[in-house]
């Protein structure tokens, strides 16, 4: 059974950091392309950022460009997002995903097979 467990999320002022992490487990970190998407209350579930199965690729929602970074550790089948520059922009739940393909369609949540639970992330001003 595949699970997807995030942590790390919290309360934090703007301009502040956080660090995220998604462990797996019931799968192969190595063979998935692994992605970062988040939700706003009243809002849809939006991409913020994804990376390929080596970590040679990475790609951005331009929201959180230069702000935010993502990373993986293969070997302790996790990925981490690193944000920076928090703005209470940011604030929503922050859901990790895993995808067979590398496609590039990855904005689409159609497009991803794996989900995990959520963090909540709030950004006081």
């Known amino acids: 059974q595949v699970q997807l467990v995030e942590s790390g999320g919290g309360l934090v002022q703007a301009g502040g950091s956080l660090r995220l992490s998604c462990v797996a487990s019931?799968?192969?970190?190595?063979?998935?392309?692994m992605g970062w998407f988040r939700q706003a209350p009243g809002k849809d579930r939006e991409f913020v950022v994804r990376?390929?199965?080596?970590?040679?690729?990475?790609d951005y929602a331009d929201s959180v460009k230069g702000r935010f970074t993502i990373s993986r550790d293969n070997a302790k089948n996790t990925v981490y997002l690193q944000m920076n520059s928090l703005k209470p922009e940011d604030t929503a739940v922050y859901y990790c995903?895993?995808?067979?393909?590398?496609?590039?369609?990855?904005?689409?949540?159609?497009?991803?097979?794996?989900w995990g639970q959520g963090t909540q992330v709030t950004v006081s001003s």
């Open positions: 019931g799968l192969t970190l190595s063979t998935y392309t």
């Open positions: 995903a895993a995808s067979f393909y590398y496609s590039s369609s990855y904005y689409y949540t159609q497009q991803w097979n794996y």
């Open positions: 990376i390929s199965r080596s970590g040679s690729s990475t």
